[in-house]
C-alpha cells in the first residue's frame, strides 16, 4: 500500500512539473511575441501577424480592404561590407524611422527581418491607393541615409503590395507581398535602374 502512494505522489509530482514547465514555455514566448525589435522598436513578425489577424477580422465593404507592403532595403548589405554592422545598423534604424513617418497614422510598420519591412495598411479602396502608399514610402528614400556622421549611403526601397481577398490570411498576404517585392527588385535589376 505505501508502495502505491510514493508511486501515485511520484506521478503527481511529475505532472506538476510538467506544467509548471509548460507555462513557463507560454510565457516565455508570450514574452517573445510582445517585445518589439531592439534595433527599431518596431513590431516583429508575431505581433505584425496578431495585427494583421484582427485587421481581416475587421475589413470589410464599409472599413476598405486591407493593403501589405513587403518593403526590402537595397545597398545594406554593400552598405555592411564596405563600413561594418554597426552603420549598416543605425541605416536600418533610420530607414525604419523614414517607413514610419511616411506612413498614415493607423497604419503599422514591422521588422520582419534584417532588411525587411512590412506595412500593414487599412482601408485600402482598391490598388491604386495601395500603389500611392508605395510610391510614397519609396520617395523616402530619394535622399541618401545619413547613418553615421560622414558616411551617407544612397539605400533604395523596394516595394511589393498585395491585397486583401476572402480567403486572405495573415500569412498568404505577406507570402504574396513579398513574392511582388521580389518582381519589382528583379524588374529594377533587369532595367538596370537602381530608384
Known sequence: MDTIRVEES???LVQSAAVIAAQRQF????????????????????LLIDRLELALAAAGPESGRLAVLC??????????????PA?????????????VAA??????????SAQT????????????????IAERVSVAFDEPLQAVPGVRALVR???????SGRASSPESLIAAADEAMTAVRHERQGTGRHG
Open 87 to 99: 552603420v549598416a545598423d543605425a541605416a536600418r534604424a533610420e530607414a525604419a524611422g523614414r517607413l
Open 71 to 84: 518593403c526590402t532595403l537595397d545597398g545594406i548589405t554593400a552598405l555592411e561590407d564596405q563600413h561594418g
Open 103 to 112: 506612413v498614415r497614422q493607423g497604419d503599422v510598420v514591422a521588422r520582419i
Open 10 to 12: 511520484q506521478d503527481v
Open 117 to 132: 519591412f512590412v506595412l500593414l495598411c487599412p482601408g485600402i479602396g482598391d490598388a491604386t491607393d495601395a500603389q500611392r
Open 27 to 46: 510565457a516565455q514566448r508570450l514574452r517573445q511575441r510582445t517585445v518589439p525589435d531592439p534595433l527599431t522598436g518596431l513590431p516583429v513578425r508575431s
Open 157 to 163: 526601397l523596394s516595394a511589393g503590395v498585395a491585397l
